[in-house]
């Protein structure tokens, strides 16, 4: 466990209404920096979006 990890283990993952829950702001961005991180390697399951893109040219 990091120092940081120390710190910040007492803050909850990211929720809308931390700051009526009295959390203060720096407390706020860790917790979704937290948030951000776990989804970020989150495995994806899903297939990457395919675009198809068709044009046709005419001349006069």
């Known amino acids: 466990m990091s120092l940081s990890d120390y710190y910040t283990r ?10 009526q829950d009295g ?4 407390q706020i961005m860790v917790a979704l920096r937290k948030k951000m991180y776990k989804e970020l390697l989150a495995p994806k399951d899903k ?8 044009s046709e040219v005419t001349i006069k």
């Not at 959390?23 to 720096?26: G, Q």
């Not at 297939?47 to 068709?54: A, C, D, G, L, Y």
């Open 10 to 19: 007492q803050i909850p993952e990211y929720y809308p209404t931390m700051y």
């Open 47 to 54: 297939q990457p979006n395919e675009v198809k893109i068709t």
């Open 23 to 26: 959390f203060t702001p720096t």
